[in-house]
Nanobody
Framework: QVQVVESGGGLVQPGGSLRLSCAAS????????MGWYVQAPGKQFELVAQ???????HYKDSVKGRFTVSRDNAKNTVYLQMNSLKPEDTAVYYC??????????????WGQGTQVTVSS
């Protein structure tokens, strides 16, 4: 079993910044990819930013240059630094971790989500 817990959401004015954190714990052997997603009502999860264990990153076009994803492999933790926030960034942000248990089975674990609201 793997638990994923996000933190750091909240209310911020347009142009402001927030930093999200996500920690994975449990019977983890390794984590390949960690990422942040949003989900609009009635739609599938959409990738916002992702980082591999080797540090390669991928971003949704609308956040490039404003958001930075990073991770601490020793702590199984991923961060999302969100700058120059816009009202359209408002969403529930979910963290996902993809990796392997100590018995070598693969897992894909989701957090409960953290609300980010950008409004004046």
């Amino acid at each position: 079993q793997v638990q994923v817990v996000e933190s750091g959401g909240g209310l911020v004015q347009p142009g402001g910044s927030l930093r999200l954190s996500c920690a994975a714990s449990g019977s983890i052997s390794s984590i390949n990819d960690m990422g942040w997603y949003v989900q609009a009502p009635g739609k599938q999860f959409e990738l916002v930013a992702q980082i591999t264990s080797g540090g390669m990153t991928h971003y949704k076009d609308s956040v490039k240059g404003r958001f930075t994803v990073s991770r601490d492999n020793a702590k199984n933790t991923v961060y999302l630094q969100m700058n120059s926030l816009k009202p359209e960034d408002t969403a529930v942000y979910y963290c996902n971790a993809f990796g392997y248990y100590t018995d070598y089975r693969a897992f894909s674990a989701w957090g409960q989500g953290t609300q980010v609201t950008v409004s004046s």
